[in-house]
């Protein structure tokens, strides 16, 4: 049998206890006849808090990911950007190409809108505005991920993946 592979590590902030020791795992892993599955473990070392989910992780060329972000949940979903991906938020007017991003991360939809916020500076208006709302759940929004390299992935059953 396979060992899993480590693809990706990062500590978050819990969303039990809000303490900045969430470590998130990710780990590839592949079951002969089954095909590949991604393992997402995450432990707080705060409040004990435990969760572990598994996706299937069929790409391995260039891909499209989609998620319409509609509730509460979506904004929870994990994503793993990696390297090469670019990400569009069309409904926000956010496009962000790879490159400003020299390793993969993990993050959450809202995390991904926070980095956006920080990055577009405190006087930003109306977009701001937008982006909070959508933090906020107050605002509907499609997540598009571009990733040549079919590494990246978004942690939720409702994603539509297509070829690149
Ligand atoms: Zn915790």
């Keep these: ?3 899993p592979l480590l693809l990706h590590e990062e500590t978050l902030k819990c969303p039990v206890c809000g303490n900045e020791t969430y470590k998130v795992q990710l780990y590839l892993y592949e079951i002969p006849a089954e095909g590949k599955i991604l393992i997402m473990v ?4 705060s409040c004990g808090y435990r969760h572990r989910d598994v996706f299937p992780a069929e790409y391995k060329s260039p891909v499209r990911i989609e998620l319409k972000v509609e509730t509460e949940e979506d904004l929870e979903t994990f994503v793993f950007r990696s390297s090469s991906a670019d990400v ?3 409904e926000l ?10 390793q993969g991360v993990i993050t959450t939809v809202r995390g991904l809108l926070e980095t956006f916020l920080t990055g ?20 509907k929004f499609t997540l598009i991920i ?4 079919g590494l990246s992935y978004v942690l939720n059953r409702k994603v539509a993946v297509t070829p690149l």
Excluded: H, R, W
């Excluded at 995450?42 to 070392?45: K, L, M, N, T």
């Excluded at 577009?120 to 605002?139: F, R, T, V």
């Design 42 to 45: 995450g432990e707080c070392s």
């Design 120 to 139: 577009l500076g405190s006087n930003c208006g109306q977009k701001c505005d937008e982006i909070k709302e959508a933090m906020e759940g107050k605002k």
């Design 146 to 149: 571009k990733d040549p390299s």
């Design 93 to 102: 007017g956010i496009e962000v190409m790879a490159g400003a991003l020299y």
């Design 88 to 90: 569009e938020l069309p």
């Design 1 to 3: 049998m396979n060992e």
